[in-house]
T-cell receptor, first 114, second 107 residues
Framework: NAGVTQTPKFRVLKTGQSMTLLCAQD?????MYWYRQDPGMGLRLIHY???????AKGEVPDGYNVSRLKKQNFLLGLESAAPSQTSVYFC?????????????FGDGTRLSIL | DAKTTQPTSMDCAEGRAANLPCNHS???????VYWYRQIHSQGPQYIIH???NNETNEMASLIITEDRKSSTLILPHATLRDTAVYYC????????FGTGTSLTVIP
């Protein structure tokens, strides 16, 4: 099993460009999450999904949109990229949220916006 | 969700036990304590979690105080590959990662 797979692994964008980050999981998990991690900081939750067709805002949702059209995929979109969105983006999934279900993480997408 | 307090950094000699403390004095009754680690810039790796009782798995042991206001992650025989940032997370519905403890295992 691949677990959680993120594509692309690296990307450089110019300010104002748009792009979509793809997260795919093969564990039949209901819940999926997008985080960002800035240098020297912990992960911060951007958006999450509790099931196919549902999404919700996390701690830092501004400037991002998400979609969960298929259970196994969770897409993170940047409509108009800004330098402040330069970060490492991690996707995670779990059977259900919170208390007793650990999250499984991908290896990240390193995004630079010039 | 309860917030956590961890030391910024710790060192441990290779082969010795690494004891990583975490303070979570505002934890509520239904919140679990999770530990993750992040090696270099890889995705966080789940280590262990618990509610009230002490827990042990193949990677580590988790000791939770009786009042649940603090916990300790124990790596029984630290190796160089255990050098990483360790995150203590207390959660109900969402995971809040702080800055964690940077553990350096010294040869």
């Amino acid at each position: 099993n691949a677990g959680v797979t993120q594509t692309p692994k690296f990307r450089v964008l110019k300010t104002g460009q748009s792009m979509t980050l793809l997260c795919a999981q093969d564990m039949n998990h209901e819940y999926m999450y997008w985080y960002r991690q800035d240098p020297g900081m912990g992960l911060r939750l951007i958006h999450y999904s509790v099931g196919e067709g549902t999404t919700a805002k996390g701690e830092v949702p501004d400037g991002y949109n998400v979609s969960r059209l298929k259970k196994q995929n969770f897409l993170l979109g940047l409509e108009s990229a800004a330098p402040s969105q330069t970060s490492v983006y991690f996707c995670a999934s779990s059977y259900r949220t919170g208390s007793y279900q650990p999250q499984h993480f991908g290896d990240g997408t390193r995004l630079s916006i010039l | 969700d309860a917030k956590t307090t961890q030391p910024t950094s710790m060192d441990c000699a290779e082969g010795r036990a690494a004891n990583l403390p975490c303070n979570h004095s505002t934890i509520s009754g239904n919140e679990y304590v999770y530990w993750y680690r992040q090696i270099h810039s890889q995705g966080p790796q789940y280590i262990i979690h618990g509610l009230k009782n002490n827990e042990t798995n193949e990677m580590a042991s988790l000791i939770i105080t009786e009042d649940r206001k603090s916990s300790t992650l124990i790596l029984p025989h630290a190796t160089l590959r255990d050098t990483a940032v360790y995150y203590c997370i207390v959660t109900g519905n969402q995971f809040y990662f702080g800055t964690g403890t940077s553990l350096t295992v010294i040869p």
